[in-house]
């Protein structure tokens, strides 16, 4: 029997870690520039993930288009999400803006004691479940990639202690858990490259 491998799809309709080939190929087959690689290993996979595409160069399929690394433009019929955090940890807020024209879709917060990295993740979160409630079909895009691994390891892997303060916080984070275990959902999560875009279009402008 063939060893099992696992596949990381930096480029492609639903960048990700999928534990098959079939499930892979479909992320990458006829997408120009997609770049994807197989491991031995889930944590392997999931590291190459973590780290992102310029460590792992990847292999292409002949059929696919090499494109010599161009990203090429962003889908801007599609939700953008990004979360601003004062102090590690601190005054934390998210929102959602829909990418063609900034307006606004959802904001929450400020809440107190919380980080960049859980706002990401709330925010992605939060995402899936207004496109899902609105039967939309549009991408989703966020510039985190901790934050893209923890929703499809459907954990927040954060450190952040919890106090008092931020209650609420771990609240929103135990809802968001439980959604991402107990939904389906077929958003496209994708990363924004902000090297090459500039700023997500739901940034709060406050570097």
Known sequence: MAK?????????LDPGVYDNWEECKRQVEGQKGARYKSFESPEE????????????????????KKTDGAIGKP??????????CSGNPGDMEYRGVYAANGQELF???????????????LAIVHGLAFLKKNTSDLPLYSDSRNAILWV??????????????????????????????????????L???????????????RK
């Open 75 to 84: 889908i801007l019929n599609s939700l953008a999400v990004d979360a601003a």
């Open 4 to 12: 099992k491998k696992f596949y990381v799809v930096w480029k492609g």
């Open 107 to 121: 904001h929450v917060g400020p809440m107190k004691k919380g980080t960049n990295n859980v706002g990401e993740f």
């Open 152 to 189: 499809r390891n459907k954990k927040c892997k954060t450190k952040l202690e919890r106090l008092p303060e931020n209650e609420p916080i771990f609240d929103l984070i135990e809802r968001a858990e439980h959604w991402l275990q107990s939904n389906t959902y077929t958003t496209p999560i």
């Open 191 to 205: 990363k924004w490259e902000t090297e090459a875009w500039g700023e997500i279009p739901a940034d709060f402008g």
């Open 45 to 64: 996979a999931r590291e190459a993930w973590a780290k992102g595409a310029p460590a792992y160069p990847g292999r292409r399929k002949a059929s696919v």
